[in-house]
């Protein structure tokens, strides 16, 4: 079946300071992938997606890549902010209407 | 901005007790779907929803569960006797705008449960 592996958190950074979350998943055919971010308290939000090999997903200054090659996704983001405090999911999805499998999730603290 | 809406935002409830989590999708969306996440672990689907017949379930969505549209708007979770490992938090998710975007799914806010 799919399945959808990210790093371990917490990641604790610095303001300003580069982040990266791996992410890379099992899946047949060319599914649909996405970040999805909760912030303290609140649901899931759609961070950013591709849908096909070589596109990138961008939004808030998160980027993420679709490599077929290495079957990953990784998200980055060049300066984060306290703001970005959050936990990020990774999911994929075979198709519209199909389910999303998530990874475990990666809380990231970023302190001032 | 159209937005997934969830009553209500906590519930608690007796071990064996009935319970009906609520959701109003956006408009116009025809899949619907179920997630719940069990406090500290990953998000994980119930079961999804389309042309008013579950179109797939996973292992977790036994026979003490169900979902329901019953109007144009609100989409249904009934656990028909709580146990204490249905303690989660759940949220309800939909997507597939006709005439638009079809992949994203957009999620409600959560109704966490406990069952004590």
């Known amino acids: 079946g799919n399945s959808v592996t990210q790093m371990e958190g917490p990641v604790t950074l610095s303001e300003e300071a580069f982040l990266t979350i791996n992410c890379t998943y099992t899946?047949?055919?060319?599914?649909?992938l996405f970040w999805y971010v909760q912030y303290p308290g609140e649901g899931l939000q759609l961070l950013l997606k591709?849908?096909?090999?070589?596109d990138k997903g961008s939004n808030k200054g998160f980027e993420a890549t679709y490599r077929k090659e290495t079957t990953s996704f990784h998200l980055e983001k060049g300066s984060v902010q306290v703001s970005d405090s959050a936990v990020y999911f990774c999911?994929?999805?075979?198709?519209?209407?199909?389910?999303?499998?998530f990874g475990g999730g990666t809380r990231v603290l970023v302190k001032p | 901005e159209p937005e997934v809406t969830q009553t209500p935002s906590h519930q608690v409830t007796q071990m064996g007790q009935e319970v009906i989590l609520r959701c109003v999708p956006i408009?116009?969306?025809?899949?619907f779907y179920w997630y719940r996440q069990i406090l500290g672990q990953k998000v994980e689907f119930l079961v999804s929803?389309?042309?008013?017949?579950?179109?797939?379930k996973s292992e977790i969505f036994d026979d003490q569960f169900s979902v329901e549209r019953p109007d144009g708007s609100n989409f249904t979770l009934k656990i028909r006797s709580t146990k204490l490992e249905d303690s989660a938090m759940y949220f309800c998710?939909?997507?597939?705008?006709?005439?638009?975007?079809?992949?994203?799914?957009?999620f409600g806010p959560g109704t966490r449960l406990l069952v004590l």
């Open positions: 998710a939909s997507s597939g705008n006709p005439t638009g975007e079809k992949e994203t799914q957009y």
């Open positions: 899946a047949t055919g060319y599914p649909s």
């Open positions: 591709a849908t096909k090999a070589d």
């Open positions: 999911a994929l999805s075979k198709t519209a209407g199909n389910k999303l499998t």
């Open positions: 408009s116009n969306h025809l899949y």
């Open positions: 929803f389309y042309n008013n017949e579950i179109s797939e």
